[in-house]
């Protein structure tokens, strides 16, 4: 929304406040502006002067030395090569000295402007310079008046040394505005005024409106029938005679150019400049073109087809609200016009039309028809009724002020079902409780809400809402008016009342930004991964086709096959992340995601799918299984899962290796699963490096987190260490043996360590040796050896049942 500040002082008389204060006064009681531009800026010493004498330059046959007075008796000689200037004319000039905002011809325009200096054309001094539209930084769609290639001709009554800048209506400012779509009263010239005055504590004048209309009765030419009220609440028509159609005068141009509208002619002039002044579209119709000389107002048939304004044949439905004379539609409600009704120079006679649509019927409208116009954008934001009825009647006072027509007496209204007036209890109180003040006083929120129009009954103790301000529902709103009007910074600090929580992130989010925490402490690298798949992922997974994994979410739309369900698995992302890194030479390279799968409780889906947040660790050429298990551990210590893991080798995931997977188990429940990448799934991405992976279901975790830390006091006794080495048969996992050592060591065992793992010469086949350090302490008295020697005793003797023996 733009507005130009002089037209904002025609509505709020006597005020006097500079550019920076208005924006800043503005921006603080809720009319954000968004920035602004002076009119005038780099446009200095430049007056109207009158072509005295006209002579062809003697070294050039182009150029014409004019003498120009420029007022004060002052002649001044100026060369000029403008093909449309004559002797008598009234020319605009920049003296010596002076600024324009560009030169013709000039490509490159300095920041500030460029400066006219006295100098020489060919040998013959030149003392100024005669100005186009464009060196004042304006164009031509604007000033349509304007000659396409030359100087702007000024009217011959203007007095030589008039300055040209204010002449023009350039001594101005254009702020622009970012409305909240609440707000739709701001949409207009007038509303923003309303602003202005309510924040500046100044009188709001309204848009002059005077009784237009002669003899005549507007009802004895045309009637007016509504059909759908829901979809039009209200609709107005008036009639003009005897169109003139021509130029606007120049205030109504420089206002509309200002604004960013081309002016065209008196008549459009003024339906834009009222939409401007009001926020609310107009529209007329060739009175002659409308059949039976009657509008109806009534949804279209499904299939319909109608031509609009702009040439374009639109086909419609039963949803879109059409404008209808007594045979065929002539009109788009609150979009566009059709060219069966249209304006056209020759017309004679036409009707105005102010209606009240409804907003979201507009707006879905506008976008099935992919017809999106200045008037839509303003309907489907939801306009009040009453706006019509002014803007109609403003329009029918230009008509007459401006001498384009003669308007016709009386006025059709159309309003079935009025709106009722907003009343809203008031309460003082709350209203400070609401913001936090207790030093507003009842009769100091009124003074505030006067200035904004809201009354005050004193009988009913009511607030009654002015009909343009549609956003105004309860005491909420009214706290939001009083504070900005009394002013944010004069509101004192405080703290929250009421009931307040803790805060931060939930518990479930802590044990997911742990784990992704650890993971990047380990050094992997996080990846992102689309949700959406493709089904060929579980061919490319080795996936069985009775797997439940392959029971997927299909997408009812999707992009394309690549990306048609939702994953149930997720490892495909990573891989193709490591396969990618792979093949651009990229080693050692560790990935974590962070990656939900859906599954399905039943197909076809009758309820939402279990949505699981799962933590994916990859890598290649870091390491082997220990490694990743290692990085598995590290992450549970991380989320508070301290008791003990297992890890089952019954594995069932077909893209891991048959002999190095496993499932982590914890408490019996499982938790996820690690292992190394099945040789033909590592084909299948491209990877001829070992991959491992490992898959920890953040949903499970989360039941057995805590992040609760017990610290015990340092030992007071010493500790003492054994150290074993078994001969183990291959089928027995660590996980046996230290099972083991925990059972028979009891309390005093504090800890021990696999070091070492050996197969090869001096071991017998299907054998291996496995090393462990145990350490033994008790927390209240000094350790005995034949303490410990018994428990090392009792573990060799449980260990020999398992076929393991002690390594010579």
Known sequence: ????????????????????????????????????????????????????????????????????????????????????????????????????????????????????????????????????????????????????????????????????????????????????????????????????????????????????????????????????????????????????????????????????????????????????????????????????????????????????????????????????????????????????????????????????FDGTNIRLSSKRLGLRTDASSKFEKGLCAQSAYKAIERACTLIEQLGAGEVVGGIIDEYPNKDAQVEIDFKPDEINALLGTEYITKYEMIFYLKRLGIKYDEQTGKVICPDFRNDLESNADLAEEVARIYGYEMIDTTLPRGETTLGGCSFEKRVEDAATLAARFLGFSETMSYSFESPKVFDKLNISENDKMREAVKIMNPLGEDFSIMRTCPVNGILNSLALNYNRRNKSVKLYESARIYMPKSLPLTELPDERKQLVLGFYDCGDFFDMKGAVQTIFKFTGVNGKKTYSPDCDKAFLHPGQRADILYEGEKLGYLGRLHPEVADNYGISQKTFIAVIDIENVIKYSNFDTKFNEIAKFPAMSRDISLVVPKAVTAGTIEEIIEEKSGSILESYKLFDVYEGGQIADGFKSMAYNIIFRHRERTLEEKEVSQIISDILKELEKLDIKLRN
Request: charge should be negative; charged fraction near 30%.
């Open 1 to 356: 929304m733009k507005t130009a500040l002089s037209w904002i002082k025609e509505y709020v008389p006597g005020l006097e406040v500079d550019d920076e204060k208005y924006s800043e006064t503005m921006t603080i009681t809720g009319t954000k502006v968004e920035g602004y531009e002076r009119l005038d800026k780099n446009l200095d010493k430049i007056v109207a002067a009158r072509v005295v004498s006209m002579e062809k330059h003697p070294n050039a046959d182009k150029l014409m030395v004019c003498m120009c007075d420029v007022g004060g008796d002052k002649n001044l000689q100026i060369v000029t090569g403008a093909k449309n200037v004559a002797e008598g004319d009234m020319v605009p000039v920049v003296l010596s000295g002076g600024r324009v905002a560009s030169v013709h011809g000039k490509d490159e325009i300095p920041e500030d402007g460029v400066k006219i200096s006295k100098g020489k054309l060919r040998g013959i001094e030149s003392d100024g310079m005669m100005c186009s539209i464009e060196e004042f930084g304006l164009d031509r769609n604007y000033y349509p008046e304007a000659p396409e290639d030359g100087i702007y001709i000024l009217d011959k009554d203007v007095k030589p040394g008039t300055d040209v800048v204010e002449l023009l209506g350039l001594h101005d400012t254009v702020f622009e505005y970012e409305i909240t779509s609440n707000r739709v009263d701001c949409y207009g010239v007038s509303g923003i005024a309303r602003e202005a005055a309510a924040a500046f504590d100044k009188d709001f004048k309204e848009p002059e409106i005077i009784k237009t209309g002669n003899s005549e009765d507007i009802n004895d030419y045309l009637s007016v029938k509504i059909l759908d009220d829901k979809l039009c609440r209200r609709y107005i028509a008036r009639m003009v005679k005897n169109i003139k159609i021509a130029p606007s005068p120049a205030w109504l141009r420089h206002r509309l150019a200002a604004s960013g509208i081309r002016p065209i002619n008196n008549i459009v002039d003024i339906t834009n400049y009222v939409m401007e002044e009001y926020g609310q579209p107009m529209h007329a119709f060739d009175y002659d073109t409308i059949e039976g000389h009657e509008i109806i107002v009534k949804r279209a048939n499904d299939g319909e087809e109608f031509t609009t304004l702009d040439g374009q044949q639109r086909k419609l439905d039963h949803d879109i609200l059409m404008i209808n004379d007594a045979k065929r539609a002539i009109g788009i409600a609150g979009i566009m016009g059709g060219e069966n009704s249209k304006i056209r120079d020759d017309v004679t006679t036409m009707v105005f039309e102010a209606a009240t």
